[in-house]
Nanobody, 122 residues
């Protein structure tokens, strides 16, 4: 139901845009988040936005560098990543939850896309 894409190899300081397309449902009534999981580490919340509630969260490590946005016509949520660092290297996942709240951890998201690998070289 969620399809993530856009990962790849990029040099430090570069940019990349990830996409998360929903099929069978519209993002308009969902909170959508992006998580990442580096090798040997836990899955961490990067950002989450609930457009209905008008609330957004960014992890401190990505504030000012990453932006979550939505294209309603394409039923797609994007994660624009700029000024990438080697420590941003991870598998990135998009996830969605129905409602007006702002989920804060992976256990609150019932819908997940497959991961897309982002590798940032130094």
């Amino acid at each position: 139901q969620l399809q993530a894409s856009g990962g790849g190899l990029v040099q430090a300081g570069g940019s990349l845009r990830l996409s998360c397309v929903a099929s069978g449902r519209t993002f308009s009534t969902y909170a959508v988040g992006w998580f990442r999981q580096a090798p040997g580490k836990e899955r961490d919340l990067v950002t989450v936005k609930n457009w209905s509630a008008g609330r957004t969260y960014y992890a401190d490590s990505v504030k000012g560098r990453f932006t979550i946005s939505r294209d309603n016509a394409k039923n797609t949520v994007y994660l624009q990543m700029s000024s990438l660092k080697p420590e941003d290297t991870a598998v990135y996942y998009c996830a969605a939850d129905l409602g007006t709240h702002l989920p804060s951890n992976q256990y609150e998201f019932p819908y997940w896309g497959q991961g897309t690998l982002v590798t940032v070289s130094s």
